[in-house]
């Protein structure tokens, strides 16, 4: 009989070979690799294959996904170094202050819009949408997932316009959206509890940004320093490795600071790494290049793994699927209209004023965290529909946002000639 360490084993096995058997077929239908992948997840995820009750062949329940866990968590950190990386003086000389502008306001205003639509429907139909789930629902649609944006500028060699606003702006994002989430959240919470802590609304996600950032740029100059003792690319690459993979770790602790206490933010954390390391070390732009051979294993599994997690049971219930419709198409559209606006008011061109907003609809980790924050939070009719209108959006938006990213960067130009690995 198989232990559970072999059975663990195996199911990494067939993530990677499914995940790339299934990319001949995404070839096909011209899909980017990072939808294949996290389709090959839903397949072995507890919905489909995992039915059948056959541990190995697929995941036959969610904690069995939880359990690696921890290869997703550091396949997030080499992203977030990633994105880090494109955080270069020179380019933050050139696009900072727009990339500021534009992220704050598309998150800013994918949350109002959802508000809006979401109270609306509340004062008409209020045993459907609560003000609390309204305003925590609002609060969610800032967030937009990095990963998948990332994956699909590498496969396709994205470059230009819209590619160079665009990283800027989803690494942005994360801490922007931590902090509308503080906000909104802390109202819907007052609402249920009749008490409300500004000061905790307020400093609490800032102390959280601020500590991230803090322990990212520490690592980073630790980093730097370590890198003189060893003169091989391949012992420089190792000592990467093990930064990105040790701050992940302290990502994972949970700090108190006078009256407050709170956790990192891993996203925040090994941004700031890659950001910092790629301004102070001569080495960084040869260093990543082979990291990101190194890491492509890593990334699949980390998509794999996320299929896994889509639960297909929300379309089981109408009132999720209705509301979740809902929360799609107006999160859609305040992305697409906050990006436009404050590209244009910002001058920038026009291919990106017109195509930047659409590739800003994957939704992901951040989401799902913040859902199940509210889930534990809030009562438990709120707290599951939230929960499951998250997922249902994030079901959307990871299997389709990834292509409207990738056509997007066609029609602006970024993507210019397209070969299928």
């Not at 059975?7 to 011209?30: E, P, Q, V």
């Not at 997703?72 to 933050?92: P, Q, R, W, Y």
């Not at 420089?236 to 108190?256: D, E, P, Q, Y």
Request: hydrophobic share 55%.
């Amino acid at each position: 009989m198989l232990n559970p360490q072999m059975l663990d084993l195996f199911l990494i096995t067939w993530a990677l070979f499914a995940g790339l058997l299934m990319t001949r077929i995404g070839n096909i239908f011209r899909l980017p690799d990072v939808t294949s992948f996290l389709v090959v997840g839903v397949i072995i995820g507890p919905s489909v294959l995992g039915r059948l009750g056959i541990r190995g062949l697929g995941f036959t329940s969610y904690e069995e996904v939880e359990e690696l866990s921890i290869i997703s968590d550091v396949a997030l950190g080499f992203i977030a170094f990633s994105i880090g990386n494109e955080f270069k003086l020179k380019t933050l000389a050139k696009i900072g202050k727009k990339a500021f502008i534009i992220a704050t306001m598309e998150a800013v205003m994918a949350s109002i819009l959802v508000d809006i639509v979401l109270i609306i429907i509340h004062f008409n139909f209020p045993n459907i949408v609560t003000m609390p789930m309204a305003l925590t629902l609002g609060a969610i649609a800032a967030a937009t997932a990095p990963a998948a944006t990332l994956m699909v500028i590498k496969q396709y060699k994205a470059k230009g316009k819209v590619t160079e606003i665009l990283l800027p702006v989803v690494a942005l994002d994360d801490a922007i959206c931590l902090m509308v989430f503080a906000v909104s959240f802390g109202i819907a919470q007052s609402m249920v509890k009749g008490t409300t802590n500004i000061i905790n609304l307020i400093v609490e996600p800032m102390m959280q940004i601020s500590v991230s950032l803090f322990i990212g740029f520490i690592a980073a100059i630790a980093l730097t320093f370590l890198e003189q003792y060893f003169k091989s690319h391949s012992n420089r690459l190792i000592l990467i490795i093990a930064s990105i993979i040790l701050t992940v770790a302290f990502a994972k602790i949970t700090f108190k600071l006078g009256g407050f206490s709170g956790s990192f933010s891993p996203l925040l954390v090994c941004m700031m790494l890659g950001t910092t390391f790629c301004n102070i070390c001569p080495l960084a732009d040869d260093l990543m290049e082979r990291a990101d051979f190194w890491c492509k294993p890593i990334l699949v599994l980390f998509f794999v793994f996320s299929g896994a997690e889509l639960n297909l049971e929300v379309f089981k219930n109408p009132i999720v699927v209705m509301v979740g419709l809902i929360y799609v198409f107006t999160r859609s559209f305040g992305k697409y209209i906050g990006a436009r606006i404050s590209s244009s008011m910002t001058g920038c061109d026009d291919v990106v004023k017109k195509y930047l907003g659409i590739t800003l609809l994957p939704q992901a980790g951040v989401a799902l965290g913040m859902s199940a924050l509210a889930f534990e939070l809030m009562n438990s009719t709120d707290g599951l529909l939230v929960r499951n209108i998250t997922l249902f959006g994030v079901l959307i938006y990871e299997l389709l946002g990834p292509t409207f990213t990738k056509i997007a960067l066609i029609k602006s130009g970024d993507i210019k000639e397209i070969k299928e690995s």
